[in-house]
């Protein structure tokens, strides 16, 4: 492995860094705020969607909506990864914030077990 030269560290001005940051922990406090929130209601989430079964079976299923979020992310970091890189990371930040706020009002917008289409 060749010894690094000084040519070969690129500086970047603080005030970018520190913007970049800002941005990136707003949108992963979003994130998890989202979560938090799906996470507080689970319970209601599982007698609202999952009425059948007993009160620990609609926790689980709730629970197990919820985790598809988790397991889905490393695919969306792998489509929209690439996107940032060619058309900008602001860009892409805005819109998956976008998708995540109209993810959850679609959620609110989804009738119930109980209610006919």
């Known amino acids: ?27 992963n406090a979003m ?17 609202v969607f999952f009425p059948s079964g007993s009160d620990t079976a609609q926790l689980i299923s709730s629970f197990a909506t919820f985790s598809v979020a988790f397991l889905v992310r490393p695919l969306g970091a792998m489509v929209f990864g ?7 990371r ?4 805005a819109i998956t914030v976008i998708m995540m ?9 989804i009738p119930s077990h109980a209610r006919p289409c």
Do not use: H, N, Q
């Open 1 to 27: 492995m060749p010894k690094l030269r000084r040519s070969d560290i690129t500086v970047t001005d603080e005030a970018v860094v520190r913007r970049a940051t800002k941005a990136a922990a707003l949108g």
């Open 31 to 47: 994130e998890w705020y989202d979560f938090g929130i799906y996470s507080c209601l689970a319970s209601t989430i599982g007698k």
């Open 82 to 88: 690439p996107f940032g890189d060619k058309i900008g």
């Open 90 to 93: 602001r860009s892409i930040l």
């Open 101 to 109: 706020a109209v993810g959850t009002f679609a959620i609110g917008l």
